[in-house]
């Protein structure tokens, strides 16, 4: 296990601004209304519960909301009968993207990712179209504070991770699919709850984009993100840190 990976994973994320407060609520109470449906109501019991809260709490969702959400999943309060979709389909520029949803209606969902595509560029494919290009591997998130790269490393390793990268943000921890949930709770013990964790789609390869095509590629990641059925964004494009600062300024 390399102390620092040479991949660079980059997803475009819009900020928590309070206009986009709400919508990111929404993502987040489906998915603590999913995890706690497919597990037990008790995130002590339900790692992905309890991670789906963590997350929750690091956008500073209210208590009443993640109480709420949690209630939905045990009949006390509306219909929770959401199910996890992936789309996948190809961007401007040739890059390949896959869509990770939750919804009350795959029609709908289906259509509406669809004509996202088809609006900036893009066109959807069928399952499995684009997904070779990925490796799924659980992700670990921790913060700077948890400790220094030497010890997240060793904490790491002796969980059974495959690799841990540190900088000045943070440390970000892998693993395999599998050896997920042992780590995850291994990590917990040793460091305390991560900031965030879970299984991600992450590129094999990356697609170099210029300032042309990076803005193009990104008004598609953001009319996915806008959508409220979509949890998740992954592509394999790669933009350097001078078109980024140019774009999000």
């Not at 620092?4 to 928590?16: D, E, L, P, W």
């Not at 595509?117 to 700077?144: C, D, Q, W």
């Not at 299984?199 to 697609?207: A, D, F, G, M």
């Amino acid at each position: 296990m390399a102390g620092h990976s040479q991949f660079k994973n980059i997803m475009y994320r819009k900020g928590a601004q309070d206009a986009k407060r709400a919508k990111v609520f929404t993502k987040l109470a489906r998915e603590i209304t999913v995890s706690a449906k497919l597990g037990l109501p008790d995130p002590a019991m339900n790692p992905r519960l309890r991670s789906a809260i963590a997350a929750a709490r690091k956008e500073s969702m209210p208590k009443d909301n993640i109480e709420r959400a949690i209630k939905k999943a045990t009949g006390g309060e509306g219909d929770a009968d959401f199910v996890e979709m992936r789309y996948e389909g190809y961007g401007p520029a040739g890059i390949a993207v896959i869509v990770e949803a939750l919804t009350d209606n795959r029609n709908r969902t289906a259509a509406e990712v669809r004509s996202i595509f088809n609006k900036h560029g893009g066109n959807l494919g069928e399952t499995n179209s684009v997904s070779f290009m990925f490796e799924r591997v659980g992700e670990i998130a921790y913060p700077a504070s948890a400790g220094d790269a030497d010890t997240v490393f060793e904490a790491a390793l002796d969980a059974g991770a495959r690799d841990c990268e540190s900088s000045a943000s943070g440390h970000t921890i892998t693993t395999e699919p599998d050896d997920f949930s042992n780590v995850r709770d291994a990590l917990e013990a040793s460091l305390g709850e991560p900031e965030q964790a879970g299984l991600v789609w992450r590129p094999n390869t990356t697609t170099p984009i210029d300032e042309g095509q990076a803005q193009s590629v990104m008004n598609l990641i953001e009319a996915l993100d806008d959508s409220d059925d979509v949890q998740r964004v992954s592509a394999n494009f790669e933009i350097s840190d001078e078109v980024l600062a140019k774009l999000t300024a």
